[in-house]
């Protein structure tokens, strides 16, 4: 079943892309990981975030389980996109989501118009609606030192659920992608911080 929502998922996002590069400018080498301060606040169900991602430029980061695994990604001219697994694919990459694990997806996309998350917003929409997912809802996030952010939550046609939040980082716009543990991609996504714009 995750790996019918995963390929279903990365099927979505291919189809909605097309007029769109990944843009990174940095390589996934340029990636700062680190861990962060411990937390004062009381344990939940959810695991700590102790480890950072910061972005090669600078441009923002969010805090993820120490446990997971930082994979590389694709890098082209024009950039890429990295993904955090909550378990190690091995030197095969993943090919699915097991059962009971989580992924996130990191793309940044160059875009016309540059900087209108409305309108990235809006040709999404209609790209992910077209190609059989339904959108359950969305939402306008706020982040402090940045624009406003887009949280959708998709249903495939296999009734499988994932999460995709839209930001603008300057002329360019991230996309990250959600699967597994819900609960915990909203938790990690709470985190992110706008560094410059």
């Not at 700062?32 to 700590?48: F, H, I, T, W, Y």
């Not at 940044?108 to 917003?121: E, F, I, M, S, T």
């Amino acid at each position: 079943m995750k790996k019918l929502i995963w390929l279903g998922l990365l099927a979505a996002l291919a189809a909605c892309s097309t007029p769109a590069q990944p843009v990174f400018n940095g390589s996934p080498d340029a990636i700062v990981a680190e861990e962060a301060a411990p937390s004062s606040q009381p344990a939940s169900a959810l695991p700590a975030l102790e480890a950072v991602y910061q972005d090669g430029l600078d441009r923002f980061a969010l805090h993820y389980p120490a446990a997971w695994h930082l994979l590389g990604g694709e890098q082209g001219s024009r950039g890429g996109h990295l993904q955090i697994a909550s378990w190690d694919p091995g030197a095969a990459g993943i090919e699915s989501v097991p059962e009971g694990d989580s992924l996130l997806q990191i793309a940044g996309y160059l875009w016309d118009p540059k900087g209108d998350l409305p309108a990235r917003v809006a040709m999404r929409r209609g790209a992910l609606t077209s190609s059989g997912n339904t959108i359950l809802e969305e939402s306008e996030l706020s982040f402090a030192g940045g624009p406003a952010a887009v949280r959708m939550l998709l249903e495939d046609t296999s009734g499988g659920q994932s999460l995709l939040y839209f930001f603008v980082l300057g002329d360019d716009y991230l996309e990250i992608t959600g699967v597994g543990d819900l609960a915990l991609i909203d938790q990690i996504i709470s985190t992110f911080s706008y560094l410059s714009q």
